[in-house]
């Protein structure tokens, strides 16, 4: 070993003795940060990664790995030296790994230099630094490959031309066999051989941050058979003109043995996919826990199969062997349970026809176009998870991300692959168990307590209700067993000591059908196991079908195996119609009903008679309009219930249809709020850490006013990153970036909320301000770069806030707004117009009312009307140039959250999705660039210096020596 660093410090000091060492590190430094900065345009991708650090890496080398190397040897036969060297007894090996050494110190040093840019990146966002040293560990072993490559083909000429070319063109052949280019002409089986066998596409995978030994010994495979070869060749030199012996035959025995055996390892390695290393961020390409425990909830076999296409879109289809692996993943973690199938359906008619009928899966076209002529491919990429009778299917659309740094360059990956499998298979998995036995799934002891008055207090609609009810429980406790039991309880009994202990717990009061009704009964329901406590809703139509809903829906809650309903009450939208003139009216929420609806159930309510759906389990509340009295009661009592309530509201309204426009809009929920303890005030929040909004702007033309759109960072849209995020509650996890439009700023009364838990979700940056203007349009003139003055009242600002704990409820004490008003009656018994036909009258409305909530019950509160808008969303997306679903995430978080269903959000918070940079102006963004090329170059000339001065000491040492040696001499 001492004789390789020998040889390794001689050739390393040969490199810096002329220009080649010094050359190299400029031109790979300055390459690298041109693809970086100008060719891979980093700022305009607004991803705080390195990744296109690495993405023309397999390129760069071939050509200064062959610069490198092609001298080598070639230099050696061309001087005569070669047979010297030969002749030493210095065997062959050591100087082949010698010079190899050499050679790779050169790379890492220049790969030193380019640290920098990784660490100043880290400065504009949350960077993932398991990517980054995949892709330098990825980069170490590629460079090996590529120099086993280069010296072998030094070694066999004598010109340094022919040498550079030769290596040139053997490295490309690597890398041209498994890009999408070549593969694309072949199908997925032929595909994915080609490349296990391409160099770039081994690199690829590492630079994802998943170190697999597969990957990494098959460069070493590639260095080991290239250094055999070269060191045979070197060896055959040495007894070139000698007659074959048997020392002969064993080194052609032995060099034959070792190349083999470095080339079948490949295969015998290519099954085993357990050997890897997950270096990402909270293991994001690794199953979960989460994952394994809905695996094990399984009791029948679970089909997840595959269909894709042989020939499908040129980006879709690097994506299918990773979905292949994950797959694979799945069926270990199943333990048996699950079957995973992946086929072409194109090769299996009688699967292609039942895709199609039973499962409706049809192949898409897709647009693609070569340097000779366009074409269209129906091709399959589609995942069937299927459970009992119960399936779900994701397309290319459900399974993959979009990211677009210009119109021509395109980046397409999977999204959370493993989030949106789960998500499937927890549907199946819950809708099978909540086709079959109710109680299979919840294996916990229930209490059903009825708080009523006797029949003689009741009404004669609730009588008859009551013994549905009792029939209906006595079907629940044979299909329970002990897992389900009721009792009835009379308030009113016992001296009304039950009455006053429900009073004082839940906050039930004695109930009526009328304001002016004197008698007054009892009619609650409870379910409870351990310390939990559901309060039974009241069905609004006195039905048994609605009482059964309400009754199952409560049940529901105690379990995980079953799918949650979501009301959801928004504005009424219209729809736009060009055709006529018209621009569509209120703020549709498509994609958020869409994104909710692939987990929950999703149900509209208007909340305008007073009532939330019997089933509901959550309530979320969007940009609410001059709620009626009615609606705030069905909140708050819903809330009374221990029930959740999201409510998204400002108290401005944005107009976004032609110019932007602002007004003050109450939404009907202030004095609401302020009676929970909360307050938004009537202010909207400017922050410079800000995302960026495409704004009209004017300008003057020869006179005339120029009206156009203009990209800016707009403060109005406050940018939340993790350090203002609270990560502890799980309620922004995998957040990494949230825009807060048009927000105002929340405040809580420490007082009311003493005894409660509050977390303080969302904050804006420390130098954002509020301000209570109304113009909302930046001028730029004026305020310079931010468009707006900036205000005194500079600090963080509460944007979300979750309030948990105890509620009273804001009509204690008041008749209850359900109950009919003198007019109400005086209306209702009006005789109908002439010519009109008589309204079916209703049954008696029956008041229940709830002065105080339990312990669970939870008021989460974001100030924005507007971030869950589709325009909002579709806004962002355009400027992102990627699918902006980061509001939607936190909905999707607070739902869970809020339903303590913790599997889907410790998985969701492993997502993938992109982390932004820090909006920042581009005089920074120019800063960091210049940072980074001066760093370079400073660190270039530090690597000059340094090996001149260690070149100057070398020099002297050896004048020394040569100076005693000559004493010697004349001795």
Request: with cysteine; hydrophobic share 40%.
């Amino acid at each position: 070993m001492r004789t390789i660093f020998r040889i390794a410090k001689k050739e390393f000091d040969a490199f810096f003795s002329s220009p080649i060492g010094i050359i190299f590190i400029g031109v790979f430094l300055a390459a690298t940060l041109f693809i970086f900065f100008w060719v891979e345009t980093f700022f305009a991708g607004n991803i705080t990664e390195v990744r296109p650090l690495f993405k023309w890496m397999p390129i760069l080398l071939i050509f200064l790995t062959a610069a490198v190397t092609m001298r080598l040897w070639a230099e050696e036969r061309r001087a005569g030296t070669l047979e010297f060297l030969l002749t030493s007894p210095v065997p062959p090996w050591s100087l082949v790994f010698g010079k190899f050494l050499a050679c790779l110190c050169l790379v890492a040093v220049s790969l030193l230099l380019t640290l920098p840019l990784p660490l100043t990146v880290s400065l504009m966002g949350p960077l993932d630094w398991g990517p980054v040293f995949g892709g330098y560990l990825a980069t170490l072993f590629l460079a090996s490959a590529y120099l086993a490559i280069g010296l072998y083909v030094s070694g066999k000429s004598e010109n340094q031309i022919v040498s550079l070319i030769t290596t040139v063109l053997v490295c490309s052949l690597f890398y041209l066999i498994g890009s999408d280019t070549l593969s694309g002409f072949f199908g997925n089986r032929g595909s994915e051989l080609l490349k296990l066998i391409g160099s770039g596409s081994r690199f690829n995978s590492i630079t994802r941050g998943v170190i697999d030994l597969r990957d990494l010994y098959y460069y070493l495979s590639i260095m080991g058979i290239f250094l055999s070869l070269n060191i045979y060749g070197l060896e055959k030199i040495r007894w070139a003109d000698n007659p074959a012996n048997s020392h002969h035959r064993r080194w052609q025995l032995a060099s034959g043995l070792i190349i083999a055996n470095f080339f079948v390892a490949n295969f015998w390695l290519a099954g085993i996919g357990v050997l890897r290393a997950d270096m990402t961020a909270g293991n994001s390409y690794s199953i979960s826990e989460a994952t394994r425990s809905y695996l094990s909830q399984l009791k029948e076999p679970l089909l997840i199969r595959g269909y894709f296409s042989a020939q499908t879109h040129p980006l879709l289809a690097p994506l299918v062997p990773r979905i292949r692996d994950l797959m694979q993943e799945y069926a270990v973690a199943g333990g048996g349970k699950v079957r995973v199938e992946f086929i072409d359906p194109l090769e299996h008619p009688e699967l292609e026809q039942e895709a199609g009928q039973k499962y409706g899966i049809r192949p898409v076209p897709f647009q693609t176009a070569s340097k000779y002529q366009a074409a269209v491919t129906n091709s399959y990429f589609d995942l069937l998870i299927q459970y009992g009778d119960q399936f779900q299917v994701l397309g290319f659309r459900d399974l993959i991300e979009i990211k677009a740094a210009s119109e021509e360059n395109i980046d397409v990956d999977l999204r959370n692959p493993e989030y949106d499998i789960t998500r499937a298979i927890k549907k199946v998995l819950y809708s099978y168990q909540g086709g079959g036995d109710l109680f299979a799934g919840i294996g916990k002891k229930i209490e059903f307590t009825g708080y009523m008055s006797p029949d003689g207090k009741l009404p004669t609609e609730l009588v008859a209700l009551k013994k549905e009810l009792q029939a209906m429980l006595a079907d629940m406790e044979k299909e329970g067993g002990t897992l389900f039991t009721s009792r009835f309880v009379d308030p009113d009994a016992e001296g009304g000591s039950v009455a006053q202990k429900i009073s004082r717990e839940y906050g039930f009061r004695p109930m009526a059908t009328s304001l002016f009704d004197q008698r007054s009964f009892w009619y609650y329901m409870t379910l409870v196991s351990g310390d939990r406590v559901v309060e039974v809703p009241f069905p609004e139509d006195l039905t048994k079908e609605s009482l059964k809903r309400a009754m199952e829906a409560g049940l529901k809650r105690f379990s995980a195996g079953f799918g949650k309903t979501v009301a959801l009450n928004s504005p009424k939208t219209m729809p736009p119609m060009p055709q006529y003139g018209m621009p569509g009216q209120g703020m549709p929420l498509e994609i958020l009903k869409e994104a909710l609806g692939k987990e929950h159930r999703v149900t509209p309510t208007d909340l305008s008679n007073g009532h939330t759906p019997d089933d509901a389990d959550l309530l979320i509340v969007v940009a609410p309009e001059a709620t009626s009295e009615k609606q705030l009661f069905a909140m708050d009592q819903f809330l009374m219930r221990g029930g959740t309530v999201v409510i998204a509201t400002a108290p401005f309204a944005i107009g976004l249809d032609r110019e932007l426009a602002v007004e003050k809009k109450p939404s009907g929920l202030e004095d609401w709020l302020g009676f929970m303890g909360v307050k938004i005030d009537e202010e909207m929040v400017l922050d410079p850490q800000n995302s960026a909004f495409p704004v009209p702007v004017k300008r003057q033309v020869a006179g005339f006013t120029v009206q156009e759109m203009s990209l800016v960072n707009y403060p109005y849209f406050v940018d939340i990153r993790p350090d203002s995020m609270n990560r502890e509650s799980g309620l922004t996890s995998g957040l990494n970036q949230l825009t807060m439009n048009w927000a105002s700023p929340i405040s809580i009364d420490a007082e009311k909320n003493k005894d409660r838990k509050v977390i303080r979700l969302l904050e804006s940056s420390e130098k954002s301000w509020t301000s209570a203007e109304t113009k909302i349009q930046p001028n730029f003139k004026v305020h310079g770069e931010l468009g707006f003055a900036v205000g005194e009242n500079q600090g963080k600002k509460l944007l979300g806030v979750a309030l948990e704990g105890r509620f009273a409820s804001y009509f204690s004490g008041k008749p209850s707004p359900l109950l009919s008003s003198p007019e109400d009656k005086e209306k209702e018994e009006k005789a109908p117009e002439p010519g009109k036909p008589a309204e079916d009258k209703k049954g008696p409305v029956i008041a229940r009312q709830l002065d105080k909530s339990p312990e669970s019950a939870r008021i989460i509160l974001f100030s924005s009307n507007t971030f869950l808008s589709d325009t909002v969303l579709g806004i962002s997306s355009s400027v992102m140039r990627t699918s902006y679903l980061a509001p939607v995430q936190l909905i999707a978080n607070t739902i869970d959250w809020s339903l303590e269903d913790r599997g889907l959000l410790a998985i969701r918070g492993r997502s993938h999705f992109s982390r932004p940079l820090v909006p920042m102006t581009r005089d920074i963004q120019l800063l960091f660039e210049y940072l980074n090329y001066g760093m370079a170059f400073i660190g270039l000339v530090l690597v000059w210096f340094v090996r001149k001065r260690l070149a100057k000491r070398t020099e002297r040492r050896h004048a020394a020596l040569l100076q005693e040696s000559m004493g010697r001499i004349s001795q």
